[in-house]
């Protein structure tokens, strides 16, 4: 094995390496059967070994591991703090490599399963099936041929011998290896401490670096030591056939994306005072080769991974070729994304013509051909363009820096390289306009603040709206979805088309905008109302949010005498923003978080200085008192805004904003105009559903559509029964 200078230097002291194991073993999990496997008690019971949390939402293990569940299926079991309570989360294998044991019976039976243990490189990955907050491990971007040894630190979880599960770490030697790399069997030799059953799949970490460079496969015949797996072994995961439309079309991606953002988001955000993974490599003495500090490296890493991952390996290594010092076919696993590339750049010559290498792979990235284009991804190119001329600036001579400028010129202007900002179309319709919908109002009588009268109807092209089903006894809020399962039934019979179910708009007052209806399950068994169709919330009576909604905070009650005179005097206004948003493609706007940190939404007058066609994001609505999320969603209504988008539950810790914001900013825009926004939330409720991790950032999220055009009828207004 090779060493490059700086890889494995430093050292840190023993305070810095506690903090590191700290780190490591809150994101360090276990892999049980699926419940009722599962022994809540911390029993070794249906314990098939450790692995640990690679990205949000994804576990890395090894396939012996993972495919010893039942169908795939497993349950993964952590806890992010020794004094924590332990949180079951369902999981199943995306991806196990090999995906079967040499000699073991096929779908159809077949050979006995051959002598010794699952073959390297003996990986695989577990998506979780829901989303739930937790930790992740920092992966290195180098292969681990590269490493040149030291220590490594170990985690996992065994029984040890006494049949209750515990945490364990320890330390070994890298010794070197076994195995050709070419026949995709090469493990690093660990040796120097005892390894105990149950510890297969979990991460080895080098210390001197502080990050991971492999999973634990196997534990020696002898008294000490085992074998590892390098990470680098998942670049060759099988490529997806076909064209490659998203990230999520691609596991490698999808999780390496998702890791360098999770990193970079949290090390970037001012809000917490936690020490991250980049801020323990500075204290261990690390850095990323001869050019960038850990903090520089983790900032560039989330930046590549906002634009499209490369075309192909093989561009990207023709990439690399015209750079020059460096031989990216020499590695051991060619590299895949941009971050692998990136790796690969560390070993060239030191001073200021390393961190020229590094700036010139990024203008390259800046370049290259793109496998898909999202509405994103302008910004995600001028946002890296700026961090290249920060560092240029800063590091480099003035002859390098108008060198870059000249490039970025150059390319900005080639012929074909404009990005078609027209986002790919959502993939469920829009409802053809005038479509009948279902509408269920819920009011709250006057003297039961607690109980709500309610009226299920369908509104018909012609505006009008049949009534269904009223009930005027009030009902308390527990009780609605059982007593309103019979009508909305009958009132979706009446709309639904084969494959277009009709959209369901809840009409309610400012206290119940945060009733989840679409959680309701018309049958107890059956999947969430929200999964089944298109869900939105309208506000019933737009006076009860703008009246005394001002910029004070204060909450709004009715309108005088029960008019609506705030929503006339914005009507016109909504009116225009609608039609605006119908023919030019949507856009966010974060109105109440900055930088991670909660900040009041803006007077109405100065949400009016937003482009018509903004929808606004509310991020921080959930964590808000009633009164002040009232207040805020008054002045988007005051506004003259009949969309908005906000997260109903508390908040998630501030760091992790960004990829909600992030998220959400293309979402709108794929979904391009106001009609096709209820499609959209249906979509993102159905991946949640389906345990699709790119739709996790949605859980929890409301959807206000108050159209102009399709305006409800008030109080007395429906029709009268037949």
Known sequence: MTQPPGWGAGGGSESAHRALAGLVMAATVRIHRPEPGYAPDGSDRGFLGSGFFVAPSWVLTCAHVAMAGEGRQVSVVFKPDPGSAETVVEGAVVAAMPETRPGSPGPRGGRAAAPGGWPAPDLALIRLLRP????????????????????????????????????????????????????????????????????????????????????????????????????????????????VATESDDPYHAVFHAHDRYHADRHTSPVGTERTWAD?????????????????????????????????????????????????????????????GLGALYDAPGGDSALELVLRYCMSALSAERPYVLPSTPDAEEALWQWVKRIAEDRLSRKFRHELAGIRYNDRHAAGREHPLVPAPTTEPARPFGAPFVVLELEPRGWERDRYDWRVGVARQSGEVLPVAEDSRGTSPDALPARLAAPLAEAFRRC?????????????????????????RPDPDGRPLGVLRPVVVRPLHRGMFVAGGGADGAAGGAADEGTDEGADEGGDEREARWNRAMTVSMQAAVVDCEDGMGVPVPAAEELRRLAYETVPVLCRYGERPGPERAAGLGRVLEAGFGLALWRRGAAEPAAVCA????????????????????????????????????????AGVAVMYDDPHQQIPGHGDYLEAP
């Open 132 to 243: 739930v907050e937790h930790p992740c491990v920092y992966v290195t971007e180098r292969p681990a041929g590269m490493f040149g040894g030291g220590s490594v630190l170990y985690t996992g979880w065994t029984a040890g011998g006494s049949g209750q599960l515990t945490r364990f770490s320890g330390r070994c030697q890298v010794m070197g290896t076994f195995g050709d790399w070419a026949e995709d069997d090469e493990q690093m030799r660990l040796d120097g401490d005892r390894m105990y059953p149950g510890l297969s799949g979990g991460p080895v970490v080098d210390l001197a670096r502080g990050e991971v460079v492999g999973v634990l496969k196997s534990r020696s015949d002898g008294t000490t030591g085992g074998t590892s797996i390098g990470l680098e072994r998942l670049r060759t995961l099988p490529v997806p056939p076909g064209t």
């Open 280 to 340: 323990l490599q500075r204290e261990l003495g690390a850095g990323a080769g001869r050019a960038l500090s850990p903090q520089q490296r983790i900032d560039l890493l989330g930046r590549l991974a906002d634009l499209p991952p490369p075309l192909s390996t093989r561009s990207l290594l023709d990439l690399l070729n015209e750079l020059p010092d460096t031989h990216p076919g020499e590695h051991h696993a060619a590299p895949r994304g941009w971050r692998d």
């Open 496 to 520: 639904d088309e084969p494959d277009a179910p009709a959209v369901l708009q809840v009409v309610v007052p400012p206290a119940l905008m945060d009733l989840e209806v679409d959680a309701w």
């Open 659 to 698: 990829d909600f914001h992030r998220r959400a900013s293309d979402e709108v825009a794929a979904a391009r105009t106001p009609d096709r926004l209820p499609g959209k939330i249906h979509e993102w409720r159905q991946g949640v559903h389906a345990g699709r991790t790119e739709t996790y950032w949605s």
